[in-house]
């Protein structure tokens, strides 16, 4: 199931974003590495909303880190608005980065605790000269305001006075001074109560319609990603396993680890409780992940070709692309 | 109703620099033998504040209690903390959202496992030892001789909440306590922990209290669910009957609020706007009230109080779902 392939990429102008055979290793000792992205190939349309999913330590924060090269790949291309940003000189790459932003799983703990909201936004800004402090102090209350803050009653507090709704309101605002073109969100809302990861799914849904930014929503919760999403890619072990958009993702999921994810979900309704077989165990060592098809160890359906041969990523309805030897159809 | 804990008029308030903060104001619950109640809530609802002052575990110079708490004949309000201790591991237990942190990280597993067996139950350390290994299999850990020999360090999230789960229940406990248990988890994982601790309720019998800020989590492992705000409890019912029939315009917006996994494909979700009242100014009124869309004057003006439907529905509002204004 967990596979590669190169299927599903897309042959358009609109392209702003494409990543192929993307690698990144960290080696720990001599004979131990960590396989956490293992040639890993997509692209992001300009205004799309791609959500990548999968449980802890497949591998997605990692690739949204290499795409900003945080730090660089082992290997393979990023290619950002026409520009490999593995290729470029570190001042390039720095003016680069301006252009694509994140947004961290820990609002509280992204924010330093000794500025106050008015230098965290001001800081971007002033670094790369964007106005006099005039004009910065006009864009910096513009921003809060945006993200749904009273700029006058937030500008001298520092982000600990904050609840963890408010300071992910704050670092959006800071991610959005600099005018970029793409955000990257890393779990944005799991720090956050279930009440407040709607309030905050809505404005990136806002800022998204507002500044036309593409995004790469980050999360482990494919409920979360449901409303907000163009297209859902999921990954395992370092590799993708199904890219679909949501309207076939949710409703004919064709990996059976999508599958699994989404019988996971719990439902709010006691009278729809359906206890289906559950995913079992946790995800193998990524420093000795299985031959063949990833997934192969926790799959009901695994076969003896999945031991022996990877699986590809292919087509099996349209725009619907999945890596597996034997598809849920 | 034989009760197994009886909390009654709980008030928790706590001395701040910012003046007296009330974390928990009138709350009444009963819970009977086997039974498993959901306390659901936002951060800062009192949640976490109730059920550690259920386990008489607030006892601090600036903390303010009043109020009964009796549990299993024994009203652990009366009573030091030496004594509220005797209680836990046998009467009941507690797993906590974080099985990071509430573990010690210098101690292997199976150490910390045999401790309680041996502090409470007076076992020898080569039975709770092998008591242990026991109960690692009733978590259904796989390989529990190793882990046995393991430091937390060495284990996943998911492994380290099913340990903290089988300290819980190492000395077969009337009650557990449940705090976020599963919040720090993946959903994969979540759905595993929330599986095992369906199958040991019914195993051992014990009563549960799942303290969570999902409603998703409660459907389906609770009996009754309360539904605190701002330090009350602002509707108490059957889990069936609350999700069925609510009354509290807080509880629906709750349940609105959370992203399911049949929402329609790009539909937006219906977030609660604002966000808690202030704890250190209760002020007038209805705390919901400036977040309600319903609201009206009165609400504004009047505390409402609990009231009752015929069948024991408990609610605090002056104008639930479903009657007409």
Redesign the interface.
């Known amino acids: 199931m967990a596979g590669s392939g190169i299927a599903h990429m897309r042959n358009s102008t609109d392209v702003v974003l494409t990543v192929r055979d993307l690698v990144v290793e960290f080696r720990l000792s001599k004979d131990r590495v960590v396989k956490a992205v293992s040639g890993l190939s997509f692209d992001v349309i300009k205004g799309e909303v791609l959500a990548i999913v999968g ?2 330590g497949c591998g997605k924060t990692t690739l949204g880190r290499a795409i900003l090269q945080l730090p660089p790949p082992n290997s393979g291309e990023v290619i950002f608005e026409g520009t490999d940003l593995t290729q470029l000189p570190k001042d390039n790459l720095r003016s680069a980065r301006t252009a694509i932003q994140m947004i961290f799983q820990d609002p509280i703990s992204s924010l330093d605790p000794r500025m106050t909201v008015k230098q965290l936004i001001d800081e971007p800004l002033e670094i790369w000269q964007r106005g006099d402090e005039q004009e910065r102090s006009v864009r910096i209350n513009e921003l809060l305001n945006n993200v749904g803050l009273d700029s006058e009653l937030v500008l001298d507090r520092h982000a600990y006075e904050f ?4 300071c992910q309101r704050i670092s959006i605002a800071r991610a959005l001074a600099l005018d970029p073109r793409m955000l990257i969100c890393d779990e944005p809302v799991s720090a956050l ?7 905050i ?2 404005l990136l ?1 806002d800022m998204h319609d507002r500044y036309g930014l593409s995004i790469i929503f980050i999360s ?5 990603v ?2 907000i999403s163009n297209r859902v890619m999921v990954m395992y072990l370092g590799k993708i396993c199904e890219v679909a958009p ?2 076939i993702l ?1 409703a004919k999921p064709a990996h059976h680890y999508t599958r ?12 729809r ?1 359906t206890r289906t077989e ?5 995800p193998p060592s990524p420093m000795n992940p299985p031959t063949g098809c990833r997934f192969r160890t926790r799959c009901a359906a695994a076969s003896v070709l999945c031991t022996q041969q990877e699986p590809q990523l292919r087509e099996v309805s349209p725009g619907q692309f999945v890596a597996c030897h034997h598809p849920i159809i | 109703m034989n009760s197994l804990l009886s909390i009654k008029d709980l008030n928790v308030s706590f001395d701040t620099p910012r003046g007296m903060l009330e974390a928990v104001r009138n709350v009444d619950i009963e819970i009977a033998a086997g039974m498993s109640v959901g306390i659901v809530g ?3 609802s009192g949640k976490t504040v109730l059920s550690r002052a259920a386990m008489g575990l607030l006892q601090g110079s600036n903390v303010h209690r009043t109020g009964t708490v009796v549990f299993d004949g024994h009203e652990l309000t009366a009573m030091t903390r030496p004594d509220v201790r005797s209680h836990f591991g046998t009467g009941m237990a507690m797993i906590f959202q974080d099985p990071m942190t509430a573990l010690n990280p210098v101690r292997r597993i199976g150490a910390q496992i045999s401790e309680s067996l041996i502090f409470r139950l007076g076992m020898s350390k080569k039975d709770a030892l092998k008591r242990s290994f026991e109960l690692l299999q009733l978590v259904r850990i ?1 390989d529990a001789k190793s882990v046995l020999r393991k430091f937390p360090y060495q284990l ?4 380290r909440q099913r340990v903290m789960i089988a300290i819980a229940i190492s000395c077969n406990p009337k009650l557990l306590f449940a705090d976020e248990p599963t919040t720090a988890l ?7 922990i ?2 095992l601790l369906r199958e040991l309720r019914e195993d051992l019998g014990m009563a549960m209290i799942l303290v969570t ?5 409660v ?2 492992n609770t009996d009754y669910v309360a539904v605190m705000y701002a330090g009350q409890v602002v509707e108490f019912a059957p ?2 009957k609350l ?2 029939d609510m009354r509290m315009p807080y509880t629906e ?3 609105e ?7 329609p ?9 604002g ?1 808690l009242p202030d704890p250190t100014d209760r002020g007038s009124g209805c705390s919901f009230a400036p977040r309600c869309k319903y609201f009206q004057n009165k609400c504004l003006e009047e505390s409402p109080t609990l009231k009752t439907d015929p069948d024991g529905h408990l609610y605090r509002c002056f104008f639930p779902i479903g009657e007409a204004l």
């Open positions: 449980e802890s609840s963890g709704g408010q109560d279930v009440s407040i990861q709607a309030q799914i809505n849904q482990h919760d494919l409920a979360v449901k409303a949501p309207e949710y699994a994810l989404l019988n996971s979900v719990p439902i709010p309704d006691p009278t409780q559950l995913l079992q165990g946790e | 936002e951060s800062g796989p996943s999230g998911g492994m993946d959903v994969t994982v979540q759905a595993q929330l599986q800020h999902d409603l998703g989590v459907a389906g889990t069936t999700f069925a917006a709750l349940l609020s959370i992203p399911k996994i049949d929402h494909v790009g539909k937006r979700l219906l977030a609660i706007a966000r």
